[in-house]
């Protein structure tokens, strides 16, 4: 148990590190409207990313989630990206397991997230 620990451990320092990085606030849900009662995509993209992991499919939802960043590169779409990876990082081994993913997936998911917009930024 101490190697999942160790990435459990660097799953919550990345997405700790992407939040405050970017002044994302993962512990908040990704909103659906804008100030002016818009529907946000953002929004829209995490509802269905949603579905898919109450689904169990989380290396479809993880597919999705990088076509919709690679062609909205705004931080809308990363907050949605780190949430994403809080969301299943709270997942239990067993639920991973059972829908074909891992604690590493996690944490290497949230690391290209981070490259992508570190590319973008120039950085």
């Known amino acids: 148990m101490a190697a ?16 405050k990085v970017l002044f994302v606030k993962t512990e908040e849900t990704i909103p659906l409207f804008d100030e002016q009662g818009n529907v946000l995509e953002s929004g829209l993209l995490y509802k269905r990313l949603c579905a898919m992991l109450e689904e169990g499919d989380a290396n479809s ?20 990206a780190v949430q994403f990876y809080a969301d299943l990082q709270h997942w239990t081994d067993a639920a991973l397991e059972a829908a074909d993913f891992s604690r590493q997936e996690v944490l290497d998911g949230l690391a290209a997230v981070k490259e992508l917009y570190e590319k973008r930024a120039g950085g």
Do not use: K, S, T
């Open 61 to 80: 939802a993880e597919n999705l989630l990088f076509d919709e960043v690679e062609a909205h590169p705004d931080p809308a779409y990363l907050q949605v």
């Open 4 to 19: 999942n620990d160790y990435l459990m451990r660097q799953i919550e320092d990345m997405a700790r590190f992407l939040g």
